[in-house]
């Protein structure tokens, strides 16, 4: 039993060392494990686990064990129970893009076994184990779980080993906790994508004056006091005859994809169309078939909401996209509720609420061929409109 509680002050000892993330979790799982496996195996020994997975930044995640084994005392000369206490690396096999929610995975450790009331037949022993397992969730918080190892024991004249078998389920140990941001943090300045077919207006740091509100600095201005709203040329002098979009129009089209226009104004000149809109997309993952941001992706979300939080004049739209798989309005659902997600995260991270909006765009302007696999990959996205 001394082996035993030193074995778990070690095992304290190193979670100490974890770093503090989120999305920790508790699994819960009953089954049956195979002790004599001489001629066969003989799962009759009714078994419950509890586990605690720590969700770190590495490939492989840490998870503990927790056992408890039952034993037919008439059967095994007097020994009451099996207690086993294991460290293990879990890996998830990532199946995202095959539009699955399954998640299996593999598992390797080391542990120990204490047997209650041993025998000099039945012995405590350290141990190796290997295993695998599937994840499938039930709801955002609920994940079912199946989960078979095998377990060879170290030390034993005869090398026993063991086999089990378990079901269960998997649920969050502690509430998510958003830190404050750092202070002096680098800005983050998302690169602009605008088709070959329009130009800009250059963006103007906030000191620059603008009299005319036309979107040229009056410094660059050739008619700095046209009047407002009226259509200009890329030398802020009127267009005569210009035909303007209202501002509350959206100029998105079903088969390109194309700037949200605010406002946008059609000259003389052919193909001369300035945008006042830049695009980004955040390049934010999910996980499959769900709205929960994945926690590589945080990081970009809280870097967008810091340069948000620099530049307090932009307005941003939130569009969330989907591939053409499954129903159209399934997709526009998801695409909204994605959309939203991240919303609400820029707001947790200290961007302001008032100028941000969500949108879900479903399965339209695909950038990419939903007819392959990386295509519809690409299709999958969130973009933010700055305006």
Known sequence: ??????????????????????????????????????????????????????DTPTLVKPRIDLGYIGIDEDDNGGVGSLLQLAVNGIYDIDLSSYNTSLTPYLLGGLGYEHVVDETPVFESHPFAQVGFGAKYPLTDRVTFVSEFKALQMFGSSDEDNEFAFMLGIDVPLFVEVVRAPIENETSYIPEVVIPQTAQVVEY?????????????????????????GSATDINGCTIINAIVIPEEVNYVEDTEIKPVVKPVVASPVKNRIFVKTKRQDLKIGFESDSTLIKEGSKASVKRFANYLKNNP?????????????????????????????????LIIYGANASKIKAVGKGDLNPIADNDTEH?????????????
Request: with cysteine; charged share 25%; glycine share 8%.
């Open 1 to 54: 039993m001394n082996r035993v509680l030193k074995f778990s002050m070690l095992l304290l000892l190193s979670l100490g060392t974890l770093e503090a993330v989120e999305n920790h979790q508790v699994g819960f799982k009953l089954g049956l494990t195979s002790i004599d496996n001489e001629d066969g195996w003989n799962f009759e020994n009714g078994s419950l686990f509890v586990d605690f997975k720590f």
């Open 204 to 228: 103007q740091e906030p000191m620059a004056v603008d009299s005319d509100r036309d979107g040229i600095a009056d410094h660059l201005d050739k008619c700095p006091h046209t009047p407002v």
């Open 313 to 345: 004049n932009l307005n941003v739209t939130i569009e969330g996209y989907t591939d053409n798989s499954g129903q159209r309005a399934k997709n526009l659902i998801l695409s909204t509720k994605r959309a939203q997600a991240v919303r609400t995260l």
């Open 375 to 387: 295509g519809r990959e690409k299709n999958r996205r969130i973009e933010a409109v700055l305006h």
